[in-house]
Nanobody
Framework: QVQLIESGGRLVQAGDSLRLSCVVS????????MGWFRQAPGKEREFVAA????????DYADSVKGRFTISRDNGKNTVYLRMNSLKPEDTAVYYC??????????????????WGQGTQVTVSS
């Protein structure tokens, strides 16, 4: 059984940086493409970033491009989301997700089979 556990979310000020981590257990991370999504109160879950199994391809939402960086360490079964220049509109619960295809950076949440419980990021102005 695949489990994803996010960590690293907390309250920060606008302009700060933060790194989220997602540890995968149960199967080797190298089998999966990984994505980060977020959901703000009263809004639908939205795509943030994705990375293929070998880091050969990454994709970002326009709203975070140039500020966020997704990366992975398959040896540590961990995916990261580095977030710089945080804005109040980045406030949300952030979720990591795993896709068994491994080779695509899907932006549609329905393509991901496994999800973590989320970690709260709050950016104050």
């Amino acid at each position: 059984q695949v489990q994803l556990i996010e960590s690293g979310g907390r309250l920060v000020q606008a302009g700060d940086s933060l790194r989220l981590s997602c540890v995968v257990s149960g199967r080797s991370l190298s089998l999966y493409a990984m994505g980060w999504f977020r959901q703000a109160p009263g809004k639908e879950r939205e795509f943030v970033a994705a990375i293929t199994w070998n880091s050969g391809s990454v994709d970002y939402a326009d709203s975070v491009k140039g500020r966020f960086t997704i990366s992975r360490d398959n040896g540590k079964n961990t995916v990261y989301l580095r977030m710089n220049s945080l804005k109040p509109e980045d406030t949300a619960v952030y979720y990591c997700a795993a896709d068994r295809s491994g080779s695509y950076t899907y932006t549609d949440s329905s393509e991901y089979e496994y999800w973590g419980q989320g970690t709260q990021v709050t950016v104050s102005s």
